[in-house]
């Protein structure tokens, strides 16, 4: 199994930064396709970001230029840099992992979540 836990949410200024970390277990970044979800209250959760194992990525209209995602394989960690933050981002954040059939513990994996608010 694969657990991801993620950090590195709170409360921030309209404008600020914030940068999430997704500690994953196993080493599975080199294989997974890692993305970062949002949920923000009353709403569907929404894809944000994703990083496949080449390195390529993708990013939701509403936040590209401002969001980055990366990936450090050797520290199993995945993040999301957020800049320029508006009170519309504020959400719960989920890390999640799309691990290959080809892997043992292929599977879809999610974290659980960590809170984003920013403030007006």
């Known amino acids: 199994q694969v657990q991801l836990v993620e950090s590195g949410g709170g409360l921030v200024q309209a404008g600020g930064s914030l940068r999430l970390s997704c500690a994953a277990s196993?080493?599975?970044?080199?294989?997974?396709?890692m993305g970062w979800y949002r949920q923000a209250p009353g709403k569907q959760r929404e894809l944000a970001s994703t990083i496949t194992r080449s390195g390529s990525t993708t990013y939701a209209d509403s936040v590209k230029g401002r969001f980055t995602i990366s990936r450090d394989n050797a520290k199993n960690t995945v993040y999301l840099q957020m800049n320029s933050l508006k009170p519309e981002d504020t959400a719960v954040y989920y890390c999640?992992?799309?691990?290959?059939?080809?892997?043992?513990?292929?599977?879809?994996?999610w974290g659980q979540g960590t809170q984003v608010t920013v403030s007006s």
């Open positions: 196993g080493n599975i970044l080199s294989s997974a396709v």
């Open positions: 999640n992992a799309k691990v290959p059939d080809w892997i043992p513990v292929r599977g879809d994996y």
